[in-house]
């Protein structure tokens, strides 16, 4: 089955700064990878997603790539704000399933 | 709409005791996904049907627990008995079938076995 990686376990960074976090996948079929903000306390929100025929997508401040050869795949949040703060989760899904498997998430924390 | 409707919000319990969560997925969905939201392990899928009919199970961690779609718009996770281990988050989430990757989430169960 699919394995998805997520990196850091944890980022912390300065109000205004760029925020990355990253995601490798195993299974070379899956072709759909979404991205789900989770705030403290709440449900997990799909924020933005990519397929694998674009290399790239970006929505105001966010954007994710995809590195179909490598197998990985990147969210670019710029200019951070406070509220941006919260538990990202990668996932992958594709290869005749429609079902995502989940990074184990990154808790990134802006500072004011 | 009101969106993906779990209950209860937090459920607190003695090891041993039956516990019942509850969810309403949104109008229209019929793809109806259980999953379990813990420190170690991460977001994990338990259970998930299609059209009221359970389609892939093997995410169900033991005998005791168990999955019910009665019907279109209510489905119930059970835990009997409950053990301290089980203390987690448990999310429903819907969507239309074949899109599970855009599931809309529920605020979640936050469970707690003592």
Known sequence: GENVEQHPSTLSVQEGDSAVIK???SDSASN???????????????IID???????KKDQRIAVTLNKTAKHFSLHITETQ??????YFCAASGGGSYIPTFGRGTSLIVHP | DAGVIQSPRHEVTEMGQEVTLRCKPISGHNSLFWYRQTMMRGLELL?????????DDSGMPEDRF???MPNASFSTLKIQPSEP????????AS????????????????????
């Open chain 2, 95 to 114: 969507s239309l079938v074949g899109q599970g990757e855009r599931s809309t989430f529920g605020s979640g169960t936050r469970l707690t076995v003592v």
């Open chain 1, 23 to 25: 995601c490798t996948y």
């Open chain 1, 50 to 56: 990519i397929r694998s025929n674009v290399g790239e």
């Open chain 2, 66 to 68: 168990s999955a019910k």
């Open chain 2, 47 to 55: 259970i998930y049907f299609n059209n009221n009919v359970p389609i």
């Open chain 2, 85 to 92: 281990r089980d203390s987690a988050v448990y999310f429903c």
């Open chain 1, 82 to 87: 406070p509220e941006d703060s919260a538990v």
């Open chain 1, 32 to 46: 759909y990878f979404p991205w789900y903000k989770q705030e403290l306390g709440k449900r997990p929100q799909l």
